[in-house]
């Protein structure tokens, strides 16, 4: 029997070296959704974009994860395995309806991003779709006959007849987001004239040069690094002082925390000091000199600057509490019965 041999049509071959090129050529790309998107809309982007040389391939998920594992296995063959392992870590990416566009270096992936994601069209509910937001009808007149009062009562929208067309009361949530839009409701707003729903392309995943994740994560800013950042740090703090075990994270607290007990010790002793024994000594009996020293300065009416005291409220027998506290557990003050001016 003769040995069967499926021959892979030319289109097939022709998709493949297309998408290998693009590989080849750019290291970042984008996975972009285009559900309920028409294919005029796609055609457009298309053509803005390979303008700025960024590309739009769009194909069967089943060829551009067949070309990746093929491309995977020859880079691998080849010895090439931090490339081989970015074309594999590019098959998760090829899910749903979607499509890859490929990046220059000279382009920036968020901005990319927004400008795609910008051009959306405005289109009539279709009965059975998954509504993308809320729809509400607003209440006023309708421009319909008394003959649909019937249409508007099965869907139980409060109206009433006014000027020889029928109105509605009162605003109502015809549909509800994430759920599917009836038949009855799709009629509705077609009578209406009312197009609720903004459809346009999503970008989903990224792939920057080996590393993929999901574009939510280009919303991120600065900050909300920073701030995840020092609140990661501060739990590796935490954990490590429960543990007592010292790491460049709890060292500093560690040290802090020694510091003050120092200067507990030094105020129970009288006969040793040195000088920032001496000034917190000073503080403690005069607490004013410390708001003062961490008082915004006022200005004068003469234009000087003159720091702002703070008035002493609690009473000197503290101290003994706040020497056992460390530097920062002082409230007290003295006793005085200055005049604030």
């Known amino acids: 029997m003769a040995e069967y041999s499926r021959k892979v049509p030319a289109k097939k071959l022709a998709y493949g070296e297309r998408l290998n090129y693009y590989l080849d050529n750019f290291g970042a790309s984008l996975t972009i959704g285009v559900d309920n998107v028409g294919s005029k809309q796609i055609a457009s982007a298309r053509k803005t974009l390979r303008k700025r040389n960024v590309h739009i391939l769009m194909g069967k998920n089943t060829i551009i994860r067949k070309v990746l594992n093929v491309r995977a296995d020859r880079l691998e063959g080849e010895g090439k395995l931090k490339a081989a392992n970015n074309a594999r870590a590019m098959i998760e990416m090829a899910t749903g309806n979607s499509g890859f566009v490929f990046i220059p270096n000279t382009e920036s992936i968020?901005?990319?991003?927004?400008?795609?994601?910008?051009?959306?069209v405005q289109t009539a509910a279709k009965a059975g779709i998954i509504a993308p937001s809320d729809v509400l009808v607003p209440a006023g007149p309708t421009g319909q006959d008394p003959s649909t009062t019937s249409f508007f009562q099965a869907l139980d929208i409060p109206t009433k007849i006014n000027r020889g067309q029928v109105e509605i009361v009162s605003d109502v949530h015809l549909i509800k987001k994430g759920e599917k839009v009836g038949r009855s409701a799709a009629e509705l707003l077609v009578k209406l004239g009312i197009k609720p729903f903004y459809y346009g392309i999503s970008v989903n995943m990224v792939y920057d040069n080996g590393d993929v994740y999901p574009a939510v994560v280009l919303d991120l800013s600065d900050g909300d690094i920073a701030a995840a950042f020092t609140r990661a740090t501060r739990e590796v703090a935490a954990l490590c002082l429960a543990l007592n075990y010292p790491t460049a994270a709890s060292v500093p607290h560690s040290i802090i925390d020694a510091y003050k007990?120092?200067?507990?010790?030094?105020?129970?002793?009288?006969?040793?000091?040195?000088?920032?024994?001496e000034q917190v000594k000073a503080i403690l009996k005069d607490p004013s000199k410390f708001a003062a020293a961490g008082a915004p300065a006022a200005v004068a009416a003469d234009g000087t600057t003159a720091a702002v005291v703070a008035e002493p409220e609690e009473e000197a027998e503290e101290e003994s509490s706040a020497a056992a506290g460390g530097m920062f557990g002082a409230s007290g003050s003295d006793d005085s019965d200055s005049d604030s001016s």
Do not use: H
């Open 110 to 120: 968020a901005t990319l991003r927004d400008d795609i994601m910008s051009d959306k």
């Open 261 to 277: 007990n120092i200067l507990a010790v030094g105020l129970a002793c009288e006969s040793y000091t040195w000088d920032n024994l």
